[in-house]
Every structure is written in structure tokens, then in C-alpha cells.
């Protein structure tokens, strides 16, 4: 195996480890749905290296790949088309929804 896929896998378990809450809910369901013979009640251990290929690439997606390509403030992805959008205050704005509504 190569070295790449050992420091992924490595990078995978630390960052299950520290989930909780709705996400450890969900890793726990890819990986049930990869082997679902695996039982679980409060606590799994797992050994990382057991999992096939397809349940590695999911819970790498699910948990690492969003803080691997997090918005990074270069001005890319403001969800504004690339338009600056100017502060409005409250009554200028209210005014507008008023008009728009007429």
C-alpha cells in the first residue's frame, strides 16, 4: 500500500475520532452500509485498514475532504456572482419590499 493512502487513512481515524453528535451518527452509517454485518451499540472500534475501498473513499469525503477545501477568502465562491453587494440600511431596505410590493 502506498504511503499516500497510510497518512489518509491516518488523517481519516484522527479526525473520526474527535467528531460527535450528528456526523459520528452518519460515519457510523456509511460504515454500517458497507458492512452491514457489523454491529454496533454506543461504542465501535473498527480497525481502519478492514474497510473496503468504497466505505474509505465516503467517510474520506464525508469527514476530510470539506476541511480540506474550505473557502479560503481569496474572493472566489461569494455566492454573489462576483457583485460587491453595498450595506443597506434597514429603512432604505424596507422601503424597497414596500415598493415591491405595491
Not at 489518509?8 to 458497507?34: N, R
Not at 477568502?73 to 460587491?84: A, D, S, V
Not at 434597514?90 to 424597497?96: H, I, L, P, Q, R
Request: include cysteine; charge should be negative.
Amino acid at each position: 500500500m502506498d504511503t499516500g493512502r497510510c497518512e489518509q487513512k491516518k488523517d481519516l481515524s484522527e479526525a473520526i475520532t474527535s467528531l460527535d453528535g450528528v456526523k459520528l451518527e452518519k460515519v457510523i452509517q456509511i460504515i454500517h452500509e458497507g458492512i452491514p454485518e457489523i454491529q454496533y451499540t454506543k461504542e465501535i472500534e473498527l480497525e481502519i485498514d478492514i474497510l473496503p475501498l468504497h466505505v474509505l473513499t465516503k467517510l474520506y469525503n464525508f469527514v476530510l475532504w470539506p476541511l480540506r477545501h474550505t473557502n479560503t477568502g481569496t474572493g472566489k465562491g461569494t455566492g454573489t456572482g462576483g457583485l460587491k453587494q453595498k450595506g443597506m440600511d434597514e429603512t432604505v431596505e424596507a422601503e424597497k419590499i414596500h415598493k415591491l410590493g405595491e
